[in-house]
T-cell receptor
């Protein structure tokens, strides 16, 4: 079945460092890909998405490109802030529209 | 526009008790779903609904029931709680199954 694999956390960075969180997927067909973010004590919020190969999703300085050839959707940000500390989830939507999540990657940014 | 609301925020149950987790949305979304979040496992789909009167099972449906009598509400019922159901539960909604899902704030459930 379809699945999503994320790099394990926690990831600890200093403010203004470059961030990469790896995400790879296995899917039949051409799923849409998502990054969701969960701030402490809150629900999930959509961070960005891409619906077809080579699409780049971007929001709040975060970017991810849908790479069909490597089945990847890595999340990047050029300069992280303390306020970016959260748990990040990569997800895909299967042919029926159901979301399948990776296990989540906790990011902690230190001043 | 409140979005997706969930009640209660926290709940403690004893093994064998029953309860209903409430979920409501005011965005006129057809698609609603329930997930549970456990450490190191991401979110797993319990049940989902593509419209009023229609529900289906997700990845981990055992021990849970749902119904969808209105577009706005999608309650999740635990008929006989077990410690394995200790988790954080999230409800989500979307216009359709392939559209962006909007999540509620979650219910943290502990079963003793």
């Amino acid at each position: 079945g379809d699945s999503v694999t994320q790099m394990e956390g926690p990831v600890t960075l200093s403010e203004e460092a470059f961030l990469t969180i790896n995400c790879t997927y296995t899917a039949t067909g051409y799923p849409s890909l998502f990054w969701y973010v969960q701030y402490p004590g809150e629900g999930l919020q959509l961070l960005l998405k891409a619906t077809k190969a080579d699409d780049k999703g971007s929001n709040k300085g975060f970017e991810a490109t849908y790479r069909k050839e490597t089945t990847s959707f890595h999340l990047e940000k050029g300069s992280v802030q303390v306020s970016d500390s959260a748990v990040y989830f990569c997800a895909l939507s299967d042919p029926g529209g159901k979301l399948i999540f990776g296990q989540g990657t906790e990011l902690s940014v230190k001043p | 526009n409140a979005g997706v609301t969930q009640t209660p925020k926290f709940q403690v149950l004893k093994t064998g008790q029953s309860m209903t987790l409430q979920c409501a949305q005011d965005m006129n979304h057809e698609y609603m779903s329930w997930y549970r979040q456990d450490p190191g496992m991401g979110l797993r789909l319990i049940h989902y609904s593509v419209g009023a009167g229609i529900t289906d099972q997700g990845e981990v449906p055992n021990g849970y029931n749902v119904s969808r009598s209105t577009t706005e509400d999608f309650p999740l019922r635990l008929l006989s709680a077990a410690p394995s159901q200790t988790s954080v539960y999230f409800c989500a909604s979307a216009y359709g199954g392939k559209d962006t899902q909007y999540f509620g704030p979650g219910t943290r459930l502990t079963v003793l």
